[in-house]
């Protein structure tokens, strides 16, 4: 392996959130590193949106750190997230803009210097199949394609590491397949933290696996490792997400 392929990318210790009494994230541990994959998965409630947005700068945490390429991101925030693509659940996308118009927007929010807009522009519409999409308003277009739109502001500024919550919610088969071939070739150059539902697209395009369930991580393993179990990656997220008793058998 390179020394660049053992960078980390992304180190979160002991990461906690409350809400008042609740606590929605308990003590998370999570590294990432550069060209790795990582599949985040949980049941509805089990904390994952509540973390990303810790790792994304967007929430505080309650207690712990989190270091995105070495640096602090609660200490020095801006430097931190010029390293970091974001696409939430809800892709924050402006409907009555154009395509053109909104990446240049995000290309001047994430500090893109003047002389790259338009280069940049170009290299993510053609990474994000959006070549010819440039002059159509966003709000015309298919989910599958806002869904490109939301991945193409995520990356506009060429990040190390981007975080995608459930970017194939709501698509067909078609637009899944599409979608998940761009974010295998996103992380083949940077890391991808994945989180979705959908077990077969973790198997198909992680290289490890983290599950949460009521706000703590009860889960790492390679899906290397996983497939060596005798047992299916949806055995295991059943067993662990719904009889807490079964799971000192993984």
Do not use: W
Not at 2 to 13: D, G, V
Not at 62 to 71: A, K, L, N, Q, T
Not at 122 to 128: F, G
Not at 169 to 195: A, C, F, H, W, Y
């Amino acid at each position: 392996m390179t020394e660049n392929s053992l960078m980390l990318t992304i180190s979160a210790h002991n990461l906690s959130r409350n809400f008042g009494s609740y606590t929605a994230v308990r003590e998370i541990n999570l590294e990432l590193r550069h060209g790795e994959v990582l599949g985040f998965l949980g049941p509805n409630g089990a904390g994952k949106t509540t973390t990303m947005r810790m790792l994304t700068g967007n929430l505080a945490p309650s207690s712990g750190s989190v270091e995105i390429y070495g640096i602090d991101l609660l200490d020095r925030p801006r430097d931190a997230k010029m390293h970091i693509g974001y696409l939430p659940e809800t892709p924050p996308l402006y409907r009555e803009l154009t395509v053109n118009e909104y990446l240049r927007l995000a290309a001047k929010l994430h500090r893109v210097s003047k002389i790259k807009i338009c280069s940049a522009l170009d290299e993510v519409k053609l990474q994000c199949g959006l070549k010819d999409m440039g002059k159509y308003l966003i709000g015309s277009l298919s989910k599958g394609y806002q869904q490109r739109v939301g991945i193409a502001q995520a990356i506009i500024h060429d990040p190390d590491v981007i975080i995608l919550d459930e970017p194939t919610v709501g698509l067909d088969p078609n637009q899944m397949r599409e979608i998940l071939s761009l974010i295998r070739n996103l992380g083949t150059k940077r890391s991808v933290v994945l989180s979705t539902h959908i077990l077969s697209e973790v198997e198909n395009v992680c290289d490890r696996v983290q599950i949460m369930h009521q706000g703590q991580m009860v889960f790492n393993e390679s899906m290397t490792g996983v497939k060596q179990k005798k047992i299916s990656l949806e055995e295991i997220f059943s067993q662990l997400t719904l009889n807490d008793k079964t799971s000192e058998k993984i």
